[in-house]
C-alpha cells in the first residue's frame, strides 16, 4: 500500500543561521571545551491538502519565526539552564558557571540560558520545533521537520506530527 500524496515545504534561507558559543555535556565528568559554531536551521512542512490559494502555509510568517529566533540566540554564549552538571552564579553583570572543576565566568549580557539539559543539536533542534510547531497548529501542516546544523555534515533533524 502506497503512502497518500502529500505536499512537502522545504525551506532552508541562506538567513536562517545563528552564530553561537557553546560546550556540549557527554555526561556529569565529560564536556567538550568552549568553542563556537555557525548553525544553520532547514524546516520541512508536510501536509496533504492546501487553502484556497493554493498553499500549504503562509511560508512568510513561517519564515520571520525562524529569523526571530535566530537573533535571539545569535552571537551568545548558550547555556543550559536545566542540567544537573553545572551550577549557577550571577551578579555583578557576570553569570559564573561550574562544571567539575571547570569555571567559567561571562559577561550576563553575553549569556542565553536555554531551557534546556544540554546545549546539543538534538535539543537545538527540538527547541525550534517546539517553539514553530505553536504558529502551525491552525494550519494545514501536518508534519514539522527542524534540522540544526552545527558544521558540514553534521547535523539533526526533529520530526514530529502536529495532529
Not at 541562506?14 to 568553542?35: I, M, N, Q, W
Not at 537545538?124 to 501536518?142: Q, S
Request: one cysteine or more.
Amino acid at each position: 500500500m502506497s503512502a497518500l500524496p502529500r505536499y512537502r515545504l522545504l525551506l532552508a534561507k541562506e538567513d536562517f543561521k545563528f552564530s553561537v558559543a557553546h560546550f556540549t555535556l557527554f555526561d556529569g565528568t565529560r564536556a567538550e571545551l568552549l568553542h563556537g559554531h555557525n548553525y544553520r536551521v532547514r524546516l520541512e512542512l508536510a501536509g496533504r491538502e492546501l487553502d484556497e490559494w493554493g498553499l500549504l502555509a503562509d511560508i512568510d510568517v513561517v519564515k520571520q519565526a525562524v529569523r526571530a529566533i535566530c537573533r535571539r540566540l545569535d552571537s551568545r554564549t548558550l547555556l543550559p539552564e536545566h542540567s544537573p552538571a553545572l551550577s549557577w552564579m550571577q551578579g555583578d553583570g557576570a553569570v559564573e558557571v561550574r562544571f567539575g572543576p571547570r569555571t567559567y565566568r561571562l559577561p550576563a549580557d553575553d549569556v542565553l540560558r536555554l531551557p534546556l539539559a544540554n546545549t546539543s543539536i538534538e535539543l537545538l533542534a527540538r527547541m525550534f520545533w517546539d517553539e514553530l510547531a505553536e504558529g502551525l497548529r491552525d494550519t494545514r501542516v501536518e508534519t514539522l521537520a527542524v534540522s540544526v546544523e552545527e558544521t558540514a555534515g553534521q547535523s539533526c533533524c526533529y520530526e514530529a506530527s502536529l495532529i
